[in-house]
């Protein structure tokens, strides 16, 4: 049974760092690529940044240059860094992989960014 179980997420002062935690199981972790999504109140979901393999990595510009993905194959787990943290990364975050035709997600951790 394919599972992605995130944690990490809470509040976070402006300007502060947070990191998030997506453990997987269930399928071959070291050949998918993993992806990082958020969806903020009043909005949909949107791609915050993915990590294939290889360890390639993509950021979505609002991120760029704060966030930090990463991956440990080995223990199965990917991660996401937070820092400068801003108003608009108020979110629920959520792990995603798709294997074939199949999408997963996991449940979603709270980010919150305060004053």
């Known amino acids: 049974q394919v599972q992605l179980v995130e944690s990490g997420g809470g509040s976070v002062q402006y300007g502060g760092s947070l990191s998030l935690s997506c453990a997987a199981s269930g399928f071959p972790f070291s050949s998918q690529t993993i992806e990082w999504y958020r969806q903020g109140a009043l909005k949909g979901r949107e791609l915050v940044a993915t990590?294939?393999?290889?360890?390639?990595?993509w950021y979505n510009e609002f991120v760029k240059g704060r966030f930090t993905i990463s991956r440990d194959n080995a223990k199965k787990t990917a991660a996401l860094r937070m820092n400068n943290g801003n108003f608009g990364d108020t979110a629920v975050y959520y792990c995603?992989?798709?294997?074939?035709?199949?999408?997963?997600w996991g449940q979603g951790t709270q980010v919150t960014v305060s004053p």
């Open positions: 995603y992989t798709t294997i074939g035709s199949l999408v997963y």
């Open positions: 990590i294939s393999p290889a360890g390639t990595t």
